[in-house]
């Protein structure tokens, strides 16, 4: 198939490439994707072939309707992080037609992220890329926002990003962190719905993905 361009990413940091060590043809709702796997990276490709450009193109202002849904029900401008838990939640779309139990656990993990900047401080794992809470004990919460992955599930070799907010909204200044002896400045209050780069249009696309599932009325 030809193939199209989907993302774009105005970068050259390392954390974003890697070497291919294996590809695999998966299907997901009768369609045929190529995915290629990397050995030293968190992050794989999933190649999207041309016939998927209408739907891509139908999804555009679903985009834009969950980004504007998003940003309103903040009470501040802060961040929203946890886009793996969101990713699981579109994997699970795609595989289930959406029925009321998924719409349950969807709402939860919306209300669970929102809430934890407000109530926790909270941490995210490198491997997944999901939200953990950081209880006042210091320990860490038994699983994630979206309750896919529990503390024992792999977690031995771990390395964890701790982010703190800070609900005044005159504090403006700037975080430095510590990750693998590389600084990296963090704005308390970025624009953007996700820390992570690599997960932004992930977390759009899980919204969008029920918004148009609703639309088609495939949702009841």
């Known amino acids: 198939c030809q193939p199209i361009e989907t ?15 294996e590809i695999k043809q998966i299907e997901i709702e009768n369609k045929i994707f190529l995915q290629f ?57 795609l595989k289930n037609r959406m029925n009321h139990l998924s719409i349950h656990y969807l709402l939860k993990i919306f209300r669970n992220i929102i809430h934890a900047q407000y109530d926790h401080n909270y941490i995210i794992d490198r491997i997944h890329g999901h939200l953990w809470y950081l209880l006042e004990n210091d320990e860490i919460s038994k699983t994630c926002a979206c309750e896919l992955y529990s503390i024992t599930d792999h977690h031995v070799q771990i390395e964890w990003r701790k982010l703190f907010f800070y609900i ?11 990750d693998h002896n590389e600084f990296f400045i963090r704005n308390l209050y970025p ?17 969008e993905t029920a918004i148009n599932l609703h639309l088609t009325s495939i949702c009841f």
């Open 191 to 207: 624009k953007y719905l996700d820390n992570f780069h690599m997960r932004t249009n992930a977390f759009k696309i899980a919204i």
């Open 37 to 93: 796997f990397n050995q030293t990276r968190p992050f794989h490709t999933l190649l999207l072939c041309s016939n998927t450009e209408q739907s891509l193109l139908e999804l555009k202002e679903c985009i834009t309707t969950s980004h504007h849904t998003l940003t309103n029900i903040l009470l501040t401008k802060q961040v929203l992080y946890g886009g793996g838990c969101s990713e699981s939640m579109q994997i699970f779309f």
């Open 7 to 21: 993302l774009i990413f105005n970068t050259l940091d390392e954390r974003y490439f890697g070497i291919v060590t």
């Open 168 to 178: 005044d909204d005159d504090n403006q200044e700037e975080n430095k962190i510590q």
